[in-house]
């Protein structure tokens, strides 16, 4: 009997390292993909982002997309400029390159797991670390809601303004995104809490409710829990073991993925996956973080999150142990940290080197 062997043709991987800290980060992120990977990434880098955009006026040209499009994933650092920057026309990298892939690539499911890992430092009380594990994943839906700029201001600039920001939530969005929401409920500890805000958000919540639970009906086994999106707050910060998977529409999703970073020892550690889980497109994996300018061209950024980012790339891709190999070793690192300021390539070169 003959065995087939098929030659491992290369990954294709596009690159946008973007804007202020993000080719910092992504190098080292790309340092650690090169040793952990067991595939090759043949890889495309797309110079995308401010300094582009001051220099030609482009922010994501068709063409572009259109090849990007054709990659087997992405990885972005970061983009966007300092907050305001007078530079840069509001939202013009945020919604004109960032939203915009994670909208045409159809990332519905934005993926944000939150572990306290043993050697990361929270800000939370011994009393309530006490109370179990953290260790949750955010579901936040990637394609709609508030994100979708259905809005527009009226009198610009007068005393009477008016300005609109509308949600779009629609029975499509919600459910599928619930749905995946409820499959890794069910391959982890069964419990899923839905987020929202129904005692106000009245159409929006009402939508995301009642989907929720007809999903729940294919899924006896899950336990749904549901709590408004300021009493997460308190949650958060008074008992996050209480959380398995959250599920929540794409604003709330925002806030609160900043909060669980903050509390499992840092934004420096937050990865996440903008995933497309029909693979009709590339997903796409970047840290929680944005370009922090106050930071930037420094060596000051903690490249741990886009490393797990790119952990979470090779898990999307089916090198499941390669990328539990990249946690292992983030573990090990962490837990020997001791607060001596390494430099960005540091961190990277001893994570790679333990690899
Ligand atoms: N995915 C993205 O590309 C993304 C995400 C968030 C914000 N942004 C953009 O980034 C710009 C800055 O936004 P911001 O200041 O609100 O958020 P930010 O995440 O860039 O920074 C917030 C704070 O966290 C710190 N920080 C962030 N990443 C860090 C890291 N890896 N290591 C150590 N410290 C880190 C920064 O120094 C800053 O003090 C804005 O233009 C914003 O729109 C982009
Ligand atoms: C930069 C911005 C568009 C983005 C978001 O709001 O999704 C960021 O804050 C994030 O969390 O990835
Ligand atoms: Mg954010």
Known sequence: MGVTVHPTSPLRLAVIPGDGIGPEVTAEALKVLEVASPVKFEQTRYDLGAERYLATGEVL?????????????????????????????????????????????????????????????????????????????????????????????????????????????????????????????????RKLTLVHKTNVLVNAGSLWWRITQDVARDYPDVAVDYLHIDAVMIFMATDPARFDVIV???????????????ITGGIGLAASGNINPD?????????????????????????????????????????????????????????????SGRRTAEIGDAIAARL
């Open 248 to 262: 929540t529409d794409n604003i709330f999703g925002d806030i609160i993925t900043d909060l669980a970073a903050a």
């Open 61 to 189: 040209p068709d063409s572009v997309l259109a090849e990007i499009k054709e990659h087997d994933a992405i990885l972005l650092g970061a983009v966007g400029g300092k907050p305001n920057d007078p530079n840069l026309p509001p939202g013009i990298l945020e919604r004109g390159l960032l939203l915009k892939l994670r909208f045409e690539l159809d990332h519905y499911v934005n993926l944000r797991p939150s572990k306290l890992f043993p050697g990361a430092v929270s800000p939370l009380s011994d009393a309530v670390l006490g109370k179990g594990e953290i260790d949750f994943v955010v579901v936040r839906e990637g394609t709609e809601g508030l994100y979708v700029g259905n809005g527009g201001s009226m009198r610009t600039g007068t005393p009477a303004e008016v300005a609109t920001e509308v949600s779009l939530n629609t029975a499509y969005g919600v459910e599928r995104v619930v749905r995946d929401a409820f499959e890794r409920a069910r391959r982890r500890r």
């Open 279 to 339: 693979r009709t497109y590339p997903s796409m994996f970047e840290p929680v973080h944005g370009s922090a300018p106050d930071i930037a061209g420094q060596q000051k950024a903690d490249p741990t999150a886009a490393i797990l980012s790119a952990a979470l790339l090779l898990d999307h891709l089916g090198h499941a142990d390669a990328a539990a190999r990249i946690d292992e070793v983030v573990l090990a690192d962490l837990s020997e940290r001791d607060g």
